[in-house]
């Protein structure tokens, strides 16, 4: 990697991390064990969408939860330059957002940027800004995704410009009027630059960084067959 601040993949042959991704495993086949099958308990039906229970809170952090279900809380901070946090969100971030729509879990999303050397910091921290100018929540989710298909290489000079976000955002129905006036805006880089310094207040040292209910888990072990 081009910077340290962006976790590798674990190596699975050490026992600590071992360990780790069996506490996940237990973890989510318990959820999947446990809950409740009468999906009103949880006051909604089990059959909607992850954009429909999209929360965007004033601190730049992203509830994915339906009402009333706030544990076991699954934190995911990540860096929508970093090609991990990619894979991440291919793979057991779509189990992750599966368990939030069937109320197993809240699912809590920090962007941030990670990356201190050039030019990943500067791309990381335009994607982050643009993501905080999606202010409608039914899309926010959207641009997100769109966000990791677009990824830059670390090595790209002006990845994530301006003009390509602003069009990500009008591919997924986001009004772009003044959009690149949100991006480009002081009171939005303040904004950035809060969430990464609450990000390094949780000690976070490296994207992705997941943890469930506090606990720091394995991202890259395969949680369930998303297709299932």
Request: glycine share 6%; net charge negative; charged share 25%.
């Amino acid at each position: 990697m081009s910077s340290p601040e962006v976790s590798p993949k674990p190596r699975r042959t050490r026992l600590y991390v071992t360990m780790i991704a069996g506490l996940a495993l237990v973890a989510l086949c318990l959820m999947a064990a446990f809950a409740p099958e009468d999906s009103s308990l949880y006051g909604a039906s089990p059959s909607g969408t992850a954009d429909e229970l999209v929360t965007l809170r004033a601190d730049g952090s992203v509830v994915i939860a339906r009402p009333g279900v706030d544990r076991p809380r699954l934190d995911v901070y990540e860096d929508y330059q970093c090609p991990y946090c990619k894979e991440f969100e291919q793979g057991n971030g779509k189990v992750a957002r599966d368990q939030a729509v069937q109320g197993r879990l809240a699912l809590v999303i920090h962007p941030m940027t990670v990356f201190t050397d050039s030019p990943m910091r500067e791309n990381s921290d335009r994607a982050l800004r643009a993501s905080i100018c999606v202010t409608n929540p039914r899309r926010w989710l959207a641009y997100h995704d769109a966000l990791y298909s677009a990824q830059p290489l670390e090595v790209d000079d002006g990845g994530f410009a301006v003009p390509d976000l602003v069009d990500l955002a009008a591919e997924t129905g986001i009004p772009t009027g003044d959009f690149a006036d949100c991006i480009t805006s002081e009171e939005t880089a303040a904004k950035a630059r809060m969430l990464s310094r609450q990000a390094q207040a949780d000690e976070v040292t490296g994207t992705p960084t997941i943890r469930l209910d506090g606990q720091d888990i394995d991202w890259s072990t395969p949680w369930a067959d998303p297709a299932v």
